[in-house]
């Protein structure tokens, strides 16, 4: 048995850095026979560029908890641009991230599923996922798919989402899926560091040295001080910039002359298979005039929001969400949401939007963000664009200590404390002015401050008697209300 790289890994093991590891599969002859022959082709000229799309799948096994942002997709592709800039190619973003449910883990068999579930035509499908192993559990950072290991629809490349940042890991997969073995390779035999073999040995090409694999060890920083020696007792000198390398993600930054031609090889045929640009993606965003506000607990606002479009093909409505947190760098909860319709013919319009700041919010600093489609049912060219966020200060020291409001009340009224030392269970009593019990509510009261609302439409009109009394510390608070 002989070892086919149909795929590529990196691994972390217990060694001090990230280390890539390799899965062996049966051979199929003819696949190195295209690579090899691919090595003579002339000097890819300077002026063939090339430009794919990139469909980026982000795999949940729980609802909403994909682990990658958007920022940090905007950066993956960013990175991964950098490290092929002068190679002539480079890539974009077809479409924003898709948020997919499926598997916690996967391996080699499951993630050709997943691709095959979910693959996207014309396009460089690749998948985040939360874990990745091979059959034996080991823990691995990503695999690509190599151009001669099957058609263009059973190619893909998986990246582990703890390995996402900076586009390097990505950047490494797609050197194979452009058809680039590691420096460190072996299938052909073991490189020889004064390049006799150069050709024939290691991953062919004669201007990457002869690499040992950089996962061994031997690194100070991103330089080679090791004393490593090939089978002709040679000290080896591997070159630990170089991407396909098992140098730590914070060496790697280059591809050599002889990687690039090669994978302009492999890029002009898949240049072919491609579509020349992605469908046409709406653009969504939205903004807003409104920065901060300062209000009370309950209070209704107005907030102007204004929303653009571009590419949008066919009346849509989307659903705008609104969050509000006391952390900054967290959503907090959904305290509304609103439908907005889109229309094609309108490229811009603005909406007042109205709300209602939760009666248990106290007084305090929040922040309010406003998401367009957090749920991520359009598929837009990106995502950096939905989001609004505005300062909230909550202010209630115009309420007074206790207070029952509005009086008189129609079909509900609002009971407000503020007392550190009044907390825990309570109860609201209505009684007629006879003292006829005509309805009790309990509540809970865990924050200093406090503000709830009682829904008395069931109630008779006229002078009604109300007793707030709290468990605990026996604190009776009496009011008389009208109801109309």
Not at 138 to 165: Q, T
Request: charge should be negative; charged fraction near 15%; glycine fraction near 8%.
């Amino acid at each position: 048995m002989q070892c086919n790289f149909w795929v590529s890994l990196i691994s972390f093991l217990f060694l001090p850095f990230a280390t890539w590891a390799q899965w062996c599969a049966t051979i199929d002859p003819s696949s190195i026979k295209d690579y090899a022959d691919r090595l003579h082709i002339p000097t890819a000229k300077s002026s063939d560029n090339h430009l794919f799309g990139l469909t980026l799948h982000i795999v949940e096994s729980v609802a909403g908890e994909g682990g990658l942002t958007t920022e940090q997709v905007l950066d993956e592709v960013d990175g991964l641009n950098a490290v092929f800039f002068g190679t002539g190619i480079q890539f974009y973003l077809c479409g924003s991230q898709r948020y997919i449910r499926g598997l916690n883990s996967y391996d080699f068999q499951s993630g050709a599923a997943l691709n095959q579930a979910h693959h996207v035509f014309n396009t460089i499908n690749v998948f985040y996922v939360n874990e990745l192993t091979t059959s034996n559990l080991d823990a691995l950072c990503g695999y690509a798919i190599f151009p001669w290991s099957g058609s263009l629809l059973s190619r893909y490349a998986v990246v582990e989402k703890s390995c996402a940042g900076g586009g390097k890991v990505l950047a490494h997969e797609l050197g194979h899926y452009l058809g680039l073995l590691h420096t460190h390779s072996t299938f052909n035999g073991v490189e020889f560091v004064n390049g006799s073999n150069c050709r024939t040995a290691g991953d062919l090409l004669c201007d990457t040295p002869a690499d040992y694999n950089l996962s061994f060890g031997g690194l100070t920083g991103c330089s080679y001080t090791g004393q490593f020696v090939d089978p002709n007792g040679d000290l080896y000198n591997p070159n630990p910039s170089y991407i396909m390398s098992y140098a730590p993600p914070n060496c790697l930054r280059r591809f050599s002359g002889q990687q690039q031609n090669l994978m302009q090889s492999y890029a002009r045929e898949l240049t072919i298979e491609m579509n020349d640009d992605c469908p046409e993606y709406p653009e969504l965003s939205i903004s807003s005039d409104t920065r901060s506000l300062t209000v009370v607990s309950g209070q209704i606002i107005e907030i102007p929001i204004h929303f653009t479009q571009d590419m949008l093909h066919q009346p849509r409505e989307i659903t705008l969400y609104f969050y509000l947190s006391s952390e900054a760098g967290t959503l907090g909860t959904i305290i509304d949401r609103e439908i907005i319709s889109f229309d094609p013919s309108s490229t811009s319009f603005s909406h007042l939007i109205s709300l209602q700041v939760p009666l248990t919010t106290g007084s305090g600093a929040y922040q309010l963000t406003a998401i367009l489609d957090a749920d991520f049912k359009i598929i837009e060219q990106t995502k950096s664009n939905n989001a609004v966020t505005i300062g909230i200060t909550v202010d209630n020291g115009t309420f007074d200590d206790v207070v029952l409001f509005p009086n008189p009340a129609s079909d509900a009224v609002r009971f407000f404390i503020r007392s550190n030392s009044t907390r825990g269970k309570f109860k609201v009593r209505f009684s007629d002015l006879n003292g006829r019990l005509l309805k009790e509510i309990n509540g809970f009261k865990s924050e200093s401050e406090f503000l709830n609302e009682f829904n008395i439409s069931d109630l008779p009109s006229g002078m009604l008697a109300v007793v707030v009394e709290f468990e605990l510390s026996s604190a009776k608070f009496p009011f008389l209300i009208w109801k109309y």
